[in-house]
């Protein structure tokens, strides 16, 4: 969310590269041939960086962490410069590579050029383990090398690579040998199950491209992470997995099993929230828009979230300081006061963690005791509900994951959790507040989307939709709807005012027909789901200062409709 209107966010310029890249992912190799070979060279950086290029002395050869063999590839990006490093590749001419590469840090590129037809590039924010990037491309008919290269991004951390792979026919450049059947799995351990859904995790498997999970002998996902989520499971329900690794070589042997049992009834934290709510952010800061007390936050608001806590030096641990002298003299007391006053009228109020600016981490079991921790004094301090995450920066799903549990533990069923991922954090199940979403499933409340300051994203048909629009509130929407999110704990999130934010304005008719387009598949535009999602939960807005600045235009027009739906 922006404390500072107007004015979007600067790693808001990846979106462009995003679709490109995220649309790729809806592409599938084939197999590959008997005579394929891994035709790049030093693909495991176990000879420093022989054969590969780095642009302006920002890559070098680090020993941990490594993915396979002892060493990887570290390369930081500083100034103008994005880390690029390059390496030319002999390929046969009209013949199919699949281009992939084991990465983890800080945002990551993997592309080729000069492939005499398309060439591609695909990508993934910042991850603390290894994850793989692959992708597909076809020679031109004169073509007999191309350029692979890995890039990070402007700003942002290091980023590490290992087993580059263009495998595909034999290019006579003498590339690394050919894959073999990787090892069997081992570490299958289950992190998390709800009422319909089991999270499995295991350990990472040298030189294998991606891993199957079976239920019960049977192929049920096949993933490039050492993590899934089955779900369409019954509830109280015992199921046995297994997991496989594979290359283009083959398929590992199973691994051993294990057994989860499902919850008995559906998830879902909250306590007696509304079937349909709507969610505003309350701003405790003056950015121009109307200063409120808590008592001004309109009735149609059923989930008010306090914007925001503050970090402070203890490593993953929040304050809240509210801004009296910016809000006109508003007391401690009188906050208070409001607070339970809305909650005698049915609302729920919760602190928000994060925002534009927020620098809270949680990347260990120390920071995520901390988090629960100070979190739950600030319940008991002030009367929140609950806790909405809304960490623009980033986050780690590990540990996030515990911390929510952690303060779950303490403050028991009635904890109300929301989270306000941006668009491109919620385009596949394999980014950090997805992840986070789906491991917390049974206690989550809702994910409300911020569908602005996003520019041109994905939507769950793998069509590109422009923001501002119906399709590309119900499109996006749909990937969580169909990603493993029950529809009750997914929620629409729009400005309330084109001065709410940057970009992506939509006004409430386009949201209300969103709405009415996911419930009941009526006033959609060129995108309709396969489906009706009777369950979905609501809308949010930022802010309902902003939605007062417009004379509560926003809440008025959504908020009953929000309220009437089946």
Not at 295 to 324: C, E, H, K, M
Not at 443 to 471: A, E, F, H, P, R
Request: with cysteine; hydrophobic share 35%; glycine share 12%.
């Amino acid at each position: 969310m922006d404390r500072i209107s107007g004015i979007p966010r600067p790693r808001r310029t990846l979106a462009g590269a995003a679709v490109a890249a995220l649309a790729l992912s809806f592409l599938a190799a084939g197999p590959a041939a008997a005579a394929d070979v891994n035709n790049a060279r030093n693909a495991g950086f176990e000879s420093g960086l022989a054969n590969w290029t780095c642009a302006a002395g920002s890559g070098t050869t680090v020993s941990s962490p490594a993915h396979g063999g002892s060493a990887a590839l570290k390369a930081t990006p500083a100034g103008q410069d994005y880390a690029q490093c390059s390496q030319t590749v002999a390929v046969k001419p009209n013949s199919t590579y699949t281009l992939s590469a084991w990465v983890q840090g800080g945002y990551t590129f993997l592309g080729a050029t000069g492939t005499g037809t398309t060439d591609v590039s695909t990508w993934t924010p910042d991850s603390t383990s290894w994850k793989q990037l692959s992708t597909t491309f076809t020679t031109g008919a004169s073509t007999s090398s191309v350029t692979v290269y890995l890039h990070g991004w402007y700003g942002q951390a290091a980023y590490y690579a290992d087993d580059v792979s263009v495998f595909g026919p034999d290019g006579g450049g003498g590339g690394d040998p050919a894959p073999t059947v990787p090892a069997t799995p081992t570490g299958l351990a289950v992190s998390s199950t709800t009422s319909s859904s089991v999270s499995l995790a295991w350990n990472a498997v040298s030189g294998a491209t991606g891993y199957n999970v079976y239920r019960s002998g049977t192929k049920v996902a096949a993933v490039t992470g050492t993590s899934a989520t089955v779900t369409g499971l019954s509830p109280s329900t015992s199921y046995s997995f297994q997991v496989t690794a594979t290359n283009a070589a083959g398929e590992s042997a199973k691994s051993s099993p294990v057994t989860a049992t499902t919850a008995a009834t559906g998830g879902g934290g909250g306590g007696t929230l509304p079937k349909h709510a709507v969610t505003g952010y309350w701003q405790n800061f003056n950015n121009g828009a109307t200063v409120q007390k808590i008592s001004d936050v309109p009735s149609q608001y059923d989930i008010i979230a306090v914007a925001f806590a503050d970090a402070t030096g203890t490593p993953g641990a929040v304050t809240f300081n509210l801004d009296s002298a910016g809000l006109g003299g508003y007391t401690v007391d009188q906050f208070k006061a409001d607070i339970r006053a809305k909650q005698a009228a049915g609302k729920k109020v919760i602190v928000s963690v994060g925002g534009q600016n927020g620098t809270v981490s949680v990347s260990d079991s120390t920071s995520a005791a901390n988090f629960a921790n100070s979190l739950y004094s600030l319940m008991q301090t002030y009367g929140f509900d609950g806790v909405d995450i809304d960490l623009e920066n980033g986050l780690n799903a590990t540990y996030m994951s515990q911390a929510l549990r952690q303060l779950s533990s303490k403050a028991g069923s009635s904890l109300v959790i929301t989270m306000a991922p941006q668009t491109i954090d919620m385009q596949s199940t394999s980014n950090g507040y997805f992840q986070t979403a789906l491991n917390i499933k049974d206690i989550l409340t809702v994910v409300n989307t911020q569908y602005y300051n996003s520019g041109s994203m994905l939507g769950c048909d793998g069509k590109v939709y422009s923001q501002g629009s119906v399709d590309f509130l119900t499109a996006l929407a749909c990937i969580q709807l169909e990603g493993g999110l029950s529809p009750s704990q997914v929620g629409i999130g729009v400005p309330a005012s084109p001065s709410g934010a940057g970009s992506g304005y939509v006004s409430p008719t386009v949201v209300n027909n969103a709405l009415d387009c996911l419930t009941k598949t009526t006033n959609c535009g060129s995108f309709r789901p396969s489906k009706t999602y009777p369950d979905l939960r609501g809308a949010m807005t930022w802010s309902t200062n902003w939605d007062a600045a417009s004379g509560n235009a926003w809440s008025n027009a959504v908020g009953p409709h929000v309220h009437a739906l089946p």
